[in-house]
T-cell receptor
């Protein structure tokens, strides 16, 4: 069965620090990969997605993620976080022929000024 | 464009009672999905409607859960009778025809607490 692992459950950073959140998935076929973010009190929003092509994907708010097929990974990065990035981040995957998303357990990011 | 709307935003009920959650998708979105997040766990798929038909209900936990989508518009998710383990946040999402594999628009969720 497909699964997604997010290794960091809670990350605390100061503003301007760099961020990398890990995501690994288990599925041998073609997949689509996503990062969603949920800001406090808001709905889940799509941060970025990878379907094919350039494995380095740019998303909103300065986030990017790199798909490394050999490592089954899709880590999220941001060079310099801001207080407004405080949120919960979810990695998700779906296989090529289905709409169903498989989510990781989420990473809660707290950024202090 | 209006987003995906869910209500209520919060519901607290006693074990054994019935609760009905509602989701209004974005207009024109044939695909409608229900997901659930139990405290501290991953967000899990419950089911997928295409218009009024259930395309995939493999994630429904048991027969205490009943989902409907009247006329292919809004959807309801009824839990009857509710148990303590049903507590969590229930998310609804929608997407355009043929676009489900490319990401959805989520609602804000309904936080259900069974006491």
């Amino acid at each position: 069965a497909q699964s997604v692992s997010q290794h960091n459950h809670h990350v605390i950073l100061s503003e301007a620090a760099s961020l990398e959140l890990g995501c690994n998935y288990s599925y041998g076929g073609t997949v689509n990969l996503f990062w969603y973010v949920q800001y406090p009190g808001q709905h889940l929003q799509l941060l970025l997605k990878y379907f094919s092509g350039d494995p380095l994907v740019k998303g909103i708010k300065g986030f990017e993620a790199e798909f490394i097929k050999s490592k089954f990974s899709f880590n999220l990065r941001k060079p310099s976080v801001q207080w407004s990035d405080t949120a919960e981040y979810f990695c998700a995957v779906n296989s090529y022929n289905t709409d169903k998303l498989i989510f990781g357990t989420g990473t809660r990011l707290q950024v202090f000024p | 464009e209006a987003g995906v709307t869910q209500f209520p935003s919060h519901s607290v009920i006693e074990k054994g009672q019935t609760v009905t959650l509602r989701c209004d998708p974005i207009s024109g979105h044939d695909n409608l999905y229900w997901y659930r997040r139990v405290m501290g766990k991953e967000i899990k798929f419950l089911l997928h409607f295409v218009k009024e038909s259930k395309q995939d209900e493999s994630g429904m936990p048991n027969n205490r859960f009943l989902a409907e989508r009247t006329g292919g518009t809004y959807s309801t998710l009824k839990v009857q009778p509710a148990e303590l383990e049903d507590s969590g946040v229930y998310f609804c999402a929608s997407s355009q025809p043929g676009q489900g594999g490319y990401g959805y628009t989520f609602g804000s969720g309904t936080r259900l607490t069974v006491v």
